[in-house]
Structures are given as C-alpha cells and as structure tokens.
C-alpha cells in the first residue's frame, strides 16, 4: 500500500479522535482500510503459501490449506 494511502488513514484516525467524521470522511476510510487488510492478507497468504513442515522423520510437507 502507497504510504500517502497509510498516512490518510491514520489522519482519518488522528481526527476520529478530535471530532466526528463526515459521511464522506467514513467512507473514505472504510475503504482505505479494506483495500489494507485485503493487502495484508494477501502478504499472509503468500508467506504461508511458502512455509514448509518439517517433520521429526526430516521429510518437509507444504502447510496444508484449511478448507
């Protein structure tokens, strides 16, 4: 995610806290924050998709996705 994106999230956050936000201003960070957790996600998923099982025997097995 773009940094100007994560620093108008926490803006958005910053003035949460001194004020209530516009409808406008919601949605902004609605979406702001679900276009981050799909990219967070997304980076879980990749480093998951890349670890490995080693077992006591020391044979390795992809991890296995939960259904």
């Given at each position: 995610m773009e940094n100007?994106?994560?620093?108008?999230?926490?803006?958005l956050a910053r003035l949460a806290?001194?004020?209530?936000?516009?409808?406008e201003e919601?949605?902004?960070r609605e979406m702001l924050r679900k276009e981050y957790i799909?990219?967070?996600r997304r980076?879980?998923?990749q480093?998951?998709?890349?670890?490995?099982?080693?077992?006591?025997d020391g044979k390795k097995?992809?991890?296995q996705k939960r259904v």
């Open positions: 100007s994106k994560l620093n108008r999230i926490n803006e806290k001194e004020r209530e936000l516009s409808q919601l949605d902004e799909a990219e967070w980076g879980a998923e480093v998951l998709e890349n670890t490995y099982i080693v077992t006591p097995r992809k991890l």
